[in-house]
């Protein structure tokens, strides 16, 4: 008698406050596996009115996340693609139905259960609201043949992005926007020749009247990404670096003085390209356009306003190009991937010198502790090559003026947490770490703690 009941009111249902004209037949919710991160929703709907009415939004009270969706075909392969509306013609009849129009219903807050009901509002571009009860039911598996579903049953994870310290290179579904703000910060101490400590006696030794003491830097990127579709995603970042460097000097009459610089200003920006090569690898060609600047000048100990040493500078003054490769690999209870890239300076700054090439490899591994939240831990190593060239305003009395004391091979250890919250599209992820291994070519700085927290919303 239950379930005749049951039938009877889907059959039958229209809006509460039947303040639009519509009927709704055979609304129903697939039932999925338990802990599943999505669903789908079908039903048939009539339009009784004489005007069309067009519907731009649904939601649901037991879900974080809802949208409209259509299969569409590209090449051999069948895939979502969100829609951003849909009109229902006067007085016509609208299927929502497998492998067609349907509703996308995303992070559900509690298991669902077969023969539950789930309460879905529609919203029409009017501004009006009409409601129905949807009911969770067990369907025959469609039949995907070349549909592109893969990596969707992970998406919703707070592993499924990489960690937030780990530079970006993964490609988003198609159409999509993202805005993103990181923030990172490290601090750097005096100093390290090798692998061994270098002291300020060993410094003096050396022929330098002046060490650095310690070195702070901290970093505001600023970042959109916007996928074509869901092979091609292009990034723009914008950095806002904020410096500072205490230097002591060691020898004459103002040995033993403690003089403080410090720099501010836009880096480098830096435009990209991530090609999905597969569901686990992407590919990205990154330029480093020169907005930052790479003569910046503070006052010295005896007052005089000179043009600070090269890891003071905010940008690079060249064209610089990254070449990068990721790999992740989603399992069903944690993740590990791995992520290179290679940075080459194209060629030397007007003032006649440029930063050393770079490479470096990221990898880590991860775990979901809830639906919202994951945890990991990786390694991250660095190579990094001398300055080339020489700028014309350079002295010979601190380490960092040296262009032979900025190549290193540094292993870092780091452990990060990622935290989803579905309601408003937004993943938020902090990572730390220190190094564990550092081979300094020459009297150079060390960093002894970096961190890094990220906000991103999807639009």
């Known amino acids: 008698m239950k379930k005749i009941l049951y039938l009877i009111t889907f059959i039958f249902t229209v809006s509460a406050a039947n303040a639009i004209d519509v009927t ?16 789908a929703g079908y039903f048939d709907i009539t339009n009784n009115t004489d005007k069309d009415i067009t519907l731009v939004g649904v939601s ?75 009911l969770v039911q067990k369907m025959q598996p469609m039949k ?46 005096c100093c390290r020749t ?38 091609f995603t292009v990034m723009a970042m914008l950095p806002y670096i904020e410096k500072e460097m205490e ?15 410090s720099s501010r200003g836009i880096g480098d920006l830096s435009i990209a390209g991530i090609y999905k090569l597969s569901d686990k690898e992407n590919f990205k060609l990154a330029l480093s356009i020169p907005t930052g600047e790479f003569d910046e000048k503070d006052h010295n100990m005896s007052g005089t306003l000179v043009t600070l040493p090269y890891p003071m500078q905010l940008g690079s003054g060249t064209y610089d190009i990254t070449l990068g490769y990721s790999y992740q690999n989603i399992l069903d209870d944690w993740s590990y991937g791995f992520q290179i890239n290679a940075l080459k300076r194209i060629d ?23 639906n919202k939240v994951s945890i990991s831990f990786g390694l991250d190593l660095e ?7 020489k700028s014309a305003n350079r002295n010979n009395m601190t380490p960092t003026w040296s262009e032979y004391n900025h190549s290193y091979l540094r292993l870092s250890s780091n452990i990060g947490l990622n935290y989803i919250i579905p309601s408003i599209k937004t993943r938020v992820g902090i990572q730390c770490g220190a190094p564990i291994y550092n081979d300094a070519n ?5 960093p002894d703690f970096k961190c890094n927290l990220g906000f991103a919303k999807m639009m």
């Open 442 to 446: 020459g009297i150079q700085m060390e």
């Open 144 to 189: 995907m043949g070349h549909m592109n579903m893969s990596g969707m049953k992970h998406m919703m994870r707070p592993d499924y992005v990489f960690p937030v310290g780990v530079k970006a290179g993964k490609t988003m579904m198609s159409n999509k926007i993202m805005f993103g703000y990181k923030f990172g910060t490290m601090d750097m101490d």
């Open 194 to 231: 090798g692998t061994s400590n270098a002291s300020n006696s060993f410094i003096q030794g050396a022929g330098y009247t002046m060490a650095p003491i310690d070195m702070s830097m901290d970093m505001h990127m600023f970042g959109a990404m916007y996928a074509f579709n869901n092979k």
């Open 247 to 261: 230097m002591e000097m060691l020898t004459g009459m103002m040995a033993g003085r403690y003089n403080s610089t």
């Open 383 to 389: 190579q990094q090559e001398n300055i080339g060239g």
């Open 24 to 39: 709704i037949e055979n609304p129903k919710i697939r039932l999925m596996p338990p802990g599943a991160p999505m669903t």
């Open 60 to 134: 649901s009270s037991k879900f974080n996340s809802m949208e409209i969706h259509d299969i569409v075909k590209e090449g051999d392969v069948m895939k979502m693609v969100k829609q951003d509306s849909i009109t229902i013609g006067a007085n016509s009849k609208f299927s929502f139905k497998p492998m067609s129009y349907h509703l996308m219903l995303m992070m559900p807050k509690e298991s669902l259960k077969e023969n539950q009901e789930i309460d879905v509002t529609f919203i029409t571009k009017s501004g009006e609201k009409f409601s129905a009860n949807f």
């Open 348 to 370: 030397y700054n007007s003032e006649g010198w440029k930063y050393g090439d770079r490479r470096e490899l990221s990898a880590w591994v991860a775990k979901p502790v809830s």
